[in-house]
């Protein structure tokens, strides 16, 4: 390792601290207005180089977001317009096609980084970190309290090997542990029990992502194999997001309805 990644090595061999992500999060929502103070500073050509940087990356921005409300529209297609009389009120509807405008792949990027996720529930009442921790205090003075046990419903990989407890930052109790999810097909309008392949998204913290945590309105992503469902060029669909419907530590089971 060189010398200069020393914080990756200290992160490397003791860990982050326990609000790091939030830290994170609040220094990128400072970045705003760091930049804009940054804008109307600097002078000469480097104001200038900067300034066209700028409007570079806000013009990318408006024109991925335009590209969404494109594809959502209806648009007229002539070429299906049917030849002679059409009713007053078919006038509009006749001949219309919804705007694809961009590939699946390149379309899935620029959604998840303009944030617009179409998803069943769209809100969801965030879990603040007392109620998905509680303090464990360890050692013999009972004053050490840097242990977390997580309260809701976890998923943890096949390949998961605990910390020793002496090392062990975050306790995910084997019985709030869940692998399997009962998984809702919009349009089959029916019901599977799909394995979980893992957490993709949980709308309260990153931190609740990266240590699996599943709560309401947690997309997750499932096996759907065994559905048999194949794609245009007859590949077998593997893996689908799915989104969490119901409170599943209240439950005992997971609810998800499949994002198709």
Not at 13 to 40: I, T, W
Not at 157 to 181: C, H, Q, S, V
């Amino acid at each position: 390792m060189p010398q200069n990644e020393h914080i990756e090595l200290f992160q490397k061999r003791y860990g982050k601290r326990f609000d790091h992500d939030q830290r994170q999060r609040k220094k990128e929502a400072r970045d705003v207005k760091v930049k804009a103070k940054l804008a109307r500073s600097l002078k000469g050509m480097k104001g200038k180089l900067y300034g066209k940087k700028r409007y570079s990356e806000k013009v990318q921005m408006k024109k991925t977001l335009k590209a969404h409300e494109e594809k959502l529209t209806k648009q007229k297609n002539e070429e299906k317009t049917p030849e002679g009389a059409v009713p007053a009120y078919l006038l509009d509807r006749e001949g219309q096609s919804r705007a694809k405008i961009l590939s699946n792949m390149v379309k899935q990027k620029r959604k998840e980084k303009a944030g617009k996720w179409d998803v069943p529930i769209p809100k969801v009442k965030a879990q603040s970190e007392a109620e998905v921790f509680k303090v464990i205090k360890s050692g013999k003075t009972r004053r050490k309290g840097w242990k977390r046990m997580v309260t809701k419903v976890t998923f943890v990989g096949d390949n998961f090997t605990r910390k020793p407890p002496k090392y062990e930052r975050f306790i995910r109790p084997m019985a709030l542990r869940a692998k399997k999810a009962h998984v809702t097909h919009p349009e089959l309008k029916a019901t599977f029990c799909l394995p979980i392949i893992g957490v993709k998204k949980n709308p309260s913290s990153p931190t609740y992502t990266s240590l699996g945590v599943i709560t309401k309105g947690t997309v997750i992503e499932v096996n759907i194999s065994e559905l048999g469902l194949v794609t245009q060029s007859g590949k077998v669909v593997w893996g689908k997001y799915a989104q969490v419907t119901n409170n599943p530590e209240n439950d005992g089971c997971i609810n998800a309805v499949l994002l198709v």
